[in-house]
């Protein structure tokens, strides 16, 4: 049995048969389905938006895991909710004024799902310590955001070991995620740091990993 849970990415996925992704997620046992939302801006690639999440909704009771790779995500937490998320996920770098942070947590809790905060590669866990208390989930990307395919940052991996190491030393209960790079040669180093969820669209959807 895994000791962690598969959230293959959409990203990765032929956008012209998503139901047959899911169904391909399902049948590899993956627990959550990670979908990206770029809006062009906070990176340079635009993908799903709320009509196609709406659609692919119906299609699987897993959770949707919705990560949030735009800017003022706070103007689209309920918008996301309506569709069919179950994790709300937004970028530390894409709040301009920080002390936005917890009221965008609370934003996600109010409307009754649950709340994660991703931080880019150059971003040191001390940047969101003090955040960790009031979240569900805190995924570390291992890649710079906005593209499939890129080679996983090694340095980044260490920042899951830090958070395993603040999590128990503080008795909190968030989960850790990991998107980036993770494939069939890199898994168990995320493993191996203390993942809890692991992000993968490439290798999943190319049949290297699940």
Known sequence: MKNYILAPSLLSADFANLGDAIKLIEEKNGGFVHIDVMDGSFVSQITFGHPVIKCIRPLTKLP??????????????????????????FHYEAVEDLSMINTIIDQIHNCGIKAGLSIKPKTPVSA?????????????????????GQKIIPECVAKVSQLVEIRKNENLNFLISVDGGVNEN????????????IVSGSAFFAGRLG
């Open 64 to 89: 949707f895991d919705v990560h949030l790779m735009i800017e003022h995500p706070e103007r689209q937490i309920e918008s996301f909710k309506e569709v069919g998320a179950d994790y709300i996920t």
């Open 128 to 148: 969101i310590e003090k955040y960790l208390s009031k979240l569900d989930l805190l995924l570390v990307m291992t890649v710079e955001p906005g593209f499939g």
């Open 186 to 197: 890199t898994i168990q180093s995320v493993i191996d740091a203390g993942s809890d969820v």
